[in-house]
């Protein structure tokens, strides 16, 4: 079994080739187009098995803002942004933000930025029970340490609040490791 040094180097080593796709796939306009055709960025979010769209229904009746979180986005805008017809925030959070943003910069972009942060320390970003969705798809390579990324850590469960587990949300919900 690898130590997490190991594992953290390997991963390291990952990191030209997981950015040379993304510049690559943006710098082309036909791929670019294909992708934001595929993006549900500026359109209704939507989920497979939960209704996330009366959720988040739920959260802004009570909040003036839901705070939601799209861990490990890399470029791909997969997350809709759009709830009852209104766009509401997301925090895209990625470990390669500051490659991924130049990425945006220098193909002028018009997308929300992405800030850093990773799946097993997101309590370094965010406080306990600051988050009200938590939403991790594909995003096992955008990990140091996957295990800890898709096991449901007490990390991710610690950033959600409290009020998203008693709307018919699973305290942590995420596409591969509902908590």
């Given at each position: 079994m690898e130590n997490s040094t190991e594992q953290t180097r390997r991963w390291l080593k990952g990191i030209p080739y997981e950015v040379a796709f993304w510049r690559s796939y943006y710098s082309s306009r036909k791929r670019r187009k294909r992708l934001f055709e595929w993006?549900?960025?500026?359109?209704?979010?939507?989920?497979?098995?939960?209704d996330i769209q009366t959720f988040v229904r739920s959260l802004t009746a009570e909040a003036d803002e839901p705070l939601i979180l799209d861990v490990g986005c890399a470029l791909?805008?997969?997350?809709?942004?759009?709830?009852?017809?209104?766009?509401?925030?997301?925090?895209?959070?990625?470990?390669?933000?500051?490659?991924y943003?130049?990425?945006?910069?220098?193909?002028?972009?018009?997308r929300p930025r992405i800030r850093f942060g990773m799946i097993e320390?997101?309590?370094?970003s965010y406080a306990p029970?600051?988050?009200d969705f938590i939403h991790i798809r594909n995003a096992l390579d955008h990990c140091t340490d996957p295990p800890a990324g898709s096991d449901g850590s007490k990390d991710r469960r610690d950033c959600l609040?409290?009020?998203?587990?008693?709307?018919?949300?699973?305290?942590?919900?995420?596409?591969?490791?509902?908590?």
């Open positions: 993006s549900l960025y500026g359109k209704p979010c939507s989920l497979d098995n939960f791909s805008y997969m997350f809709g942004n759009i709830f009852d017809g209104r766009e509401v925030k997301i925090d895209y959070i990625d470990p390669l933000a500051m490659f943003n130049r990425i945006l910069d220098d193909f002028s972009i018009d320390q997101l309590s370094a029970d600051s988050a609040s409290e009020s998203s587990s008693g709307r018919g949300c699973p305290r942590g919900l995420s596409r591969f490791s509902p908590i």
